[in-house]
């Protein structure tokens, strides 16, 4: 069940709310039923650390690692060279330093990527993780599908706040089947259908 504002915008021809909406029984329950406060862990959000993660995740020992992959797009434009590409994934990603990422949230910044891009950018990912990292994403139900850009937060264990992106993204919707063919070190773990979105979780093996 979710709560929308009347109020929208239309961005890059589709019409967005103006305000944030709230999207109950996400699947990072999953997640916060096995982690424990007196245990440490590290987070990747992709988000940029919105206001309502960082206040959930300050009641556990975590370490969040935050890169705003929207506000300063990070996304080579189409016909860069790989090796350019990666230069461009690399420099994002190098504030980790010498972390190791228990859970990543992509969020949809995958769908921003093609398909090369996207192995590219899961291939340097990969130097972060370890086996059993836990990943959550959204997919497409199909490579057609139209995905509006959202920035995610993380208000309760259950609950998930989007707000719309203003800006022009490139479009590159993945269906479950290709981000595991593209991330290649992935099996899927969960998935749950979402306004024509897939909420899905995986698992680094």
């Not at 967005?16 to 990072?28: H, V």
């Not at 997640?31 to 959930?56: H, K, N, Q, S, Y």
């Not at 993380?154 to 989007?162: F, G, I, N, S, Y």
């Not at 993204?169 to 593209?182: K, L, N, Y």
């Amino acid at each position: 069940m979710s709560a929308t504002s009347p109020l929208s915008a239309r961005v890059d021809g589709r019409s967005l709310p103006m305000q944030a909406t709230r999207e109950a029984g996400s699947l990072l329950v999953r997640w916060f039923d096995e982690l424990r406060t007196d245990e440490p862990f590290t987070v990747l959000d992709l988000a940029g650390g919105m206001p309502e993660t960082i206040a959930l995740l300050s009641d556990y020992r975590c370490r969040v690692y935050c890169a705003d992959l929207l506000d300063n797009l990070c996304v080579p434009p189409p016909g860069t060279d790989m090796a350019v590409a990666a230069a461009v994934f690399e420099d994002r990603l190098s504030f980790i330093g010498d972390g190791v990422i228990d859970y990543c949230l992509l969020w949809d910044y995958p769908n921003y990527l093609s398909f090369d891009q996207l192995r590219l950018f899961s291939r340097i990912l990969q130097g972060y993780l370890h086996l059993g990292s836990q990943i959550h994403m959204f997919t497409a139900m199909h490579a057609n599908q139209d995905m509006a850009p959202w920035r995610y937060s993380v208000a309760d264990p259950e609950t998930l706040v989007r707000r719309p992106v203003r800006r022009a993204m490139p479009g590159h919707p993945h269906s479950q089947a290709e981000i595991v063919d593209a991330m290649e070190y992935v099996r899927l773990d969960r998935g749950a259908l979402r306004d024509g979105r897939v909420e899905t979780l995986l698992e680094c093996i």
